[in-house]
């Protein structure tokens, strides 16, 4: 036993590193985007187009997570299991494809009743995020990470970012500006994943397979609980952002955007290294429980470390980020990102709890979380908009991740589990 912790301990990080390598990638491309998007799209079109593409993407991002409907999670162990058999490889792909396609369906039918409903410029908003919720349903994500060929998608995932970027920077618009720049975005991502997807079917001999119903109903049923938990950080952040568009002021929308997309690009980071140090977490979980602990305790002091200084910095420097990020000395998103500061430090605490609940196999706690989360991040949003003072819009980040990580830790103490 003592052997195989020491071989454990001597190339586990070896494995980390590449994986957090490949999937930070891929995470740092959308990233990337985001962060590069503020200025150009500020400086050329002013906030308030901003806080219209901040609002609708977030917004397509959160529907692409219900099409994905947890198969990036659900559906890695079965390809990897299957990696060398093109039979079972393609009935994975077409149990994850026939699965996407009802659940994107679905959510057609219920955005479009609700866009007839709406203005024609706010119809034509909404419409142009259809490309990015439509790559979704092609996303080969959970397949790549299966057969460990991340790299196919991750550079490419880079590329078309760049393409994205390319094409806000220099089409000029004078005419239905956001619904363009979200074509900008979704078209270029759409293309890819479906030439990578082409790719893989060539290339593993993937053959699609008819629906089965039973599968098909077993599948919506056992990937609900994991589907609401992996939707919840994403709802965190597009309903507040729905409450503050609300208030009928777009440089508040656009200010609280700035902040909306840096605790996003933060959130990838933590992602990308949570999925890289995951496979080593279940190994050291399963053979002792200890070394995860140890191992879980060195990971939350580098995180408490590294981001109380990122905070620190975050305040000190709020002045140029905005300065940086909009050409602008916006009063709201100066105190905003001061407000800021803290959030990321609760987050990335926050990851390794995830992580605690996913080891021990506890979902449909996780869904209860969700539910808590879900409350509170309602009461928030309603409570903080209804302020007179409008500072207390950039209060939210700091208050629902801090809420989240209290949450999270009450539930694992309770399940006796290794609490933060």
């Not at 003592?2 to 390598?21: A, D, E, H, T, V």
């Not at 060929?149 to 806000?168: A, D, E, F, P, V």
């Not at 979704?186 to 290339?203: A, N």
């Not at 949003?381 to 409008?390: E, G, K, M, Q, V």
């Amino acid at each position: 036993m003592n052997f195989q912790n020491k071989r454990l301990s001597i190339f586990g990080l070896p494995n980390i590193f590449k994986n957090f390598l490949n999937i930070g990638i891929f995470q740092f491309a959308g990233m990337l985007l985001q962060l590069l998007a503020i200025p150009l799209i500020t400086r050329k079109y002013g906030l308030e187009i901003f806080g219209e593409i901040a609002l609708t993407t977030s917004v397509a991002f959160l529907l692409g997570n219900f099409v994905n409907y947890g198969t990036n999670q659900t559906a890695i162990k079965d390809v990897a299991i299957a990696k060398s058999n093109s039979l079972e490889l393609s009935k994975i792909f077409s149990k994850v494809f026939w699965l996407r396609i009802v659940v994107f369906l679905i959510i057609v039918v219920m955005t479009t009743m609700i866009t007839m409903t709406t203005q024609e410029k706010s119809l034509l908003l909404w419409l142009s995020i259809t490309p990015l919720i439509f790559s979704e349903l092609i996303n080969p994500l959970y397949f790549l990470i299966g057969i460990e060929k991340i790299h196919w998608i991750s550079w490419g995932n880079l590329c078309t970012r760049l393409i994205s970027i390319l094409l806000i920077f220099s089409v000029a618009l004078e005419n239905s500006i956001s619904v363009y720049l979200n074509l900008f975005v979704g078209i270029p991502l759409l293309l890819f994943y479906f030439i990578v997807t082409i790719f893989i079917i060539q290339k593993s001999k993937i053959k699609l397979f008819a629906p089965v119903y039973q599968s098909l109903k077993s599948d919506l049923k056992n990937n609900f609980f994991v589907t609401f938990n992996g939707n919840s950080a994403l709802m965190q952040q597009s309903i507040f952002l729905f409450f503050v568009a609300g208030l009928s002021n777009p440089l508040l929308l656009g200010a609280y955007g700035i902040i909306d997309k840096l605790l996003s690009a933060t959130r990838q980071i933590v992602s990308s290294f949570s999925l890289s140090i995951y496979p080593r977490a279940a190994e050291l979980f399963h053979q002792d429980k200890n070394q995860w602990r140890s191992f879980r305790r060195k990971i939350q002091q580098s995180y408490a470390l590294v981001f109380m200084i990122a905070g620190m910095l975050i305040y000190l420097c709020a002045h140029v980020i905005v300065r940086t990020l909009t050409k602008e000395q916006n009063e709201y998103s100066i105190e905003f990102v001061k407000l800021f500061a803290l959030a990321p430090l609760f987050l990335a605490l926050n990851a390794n709890n995830v992580i605690d609940l996913l080891l021990a196999n506890k979902y449909k706690e996780m869904f209860y979380v969700s539910l808590m989360v879900l409350f509170a991040t309602l009461m928030l949003s309603y409570s903080l908009t209804r302020f007179d003072h409008a500072i207390s819009i950039g209060l939210y980040p700091l208050l629902i991740e801090g809420t989240c990580l209290l949450i999270y830790t009450v539930f694992i103490r309770k399940l006796h589990l290794h609490a933060a």
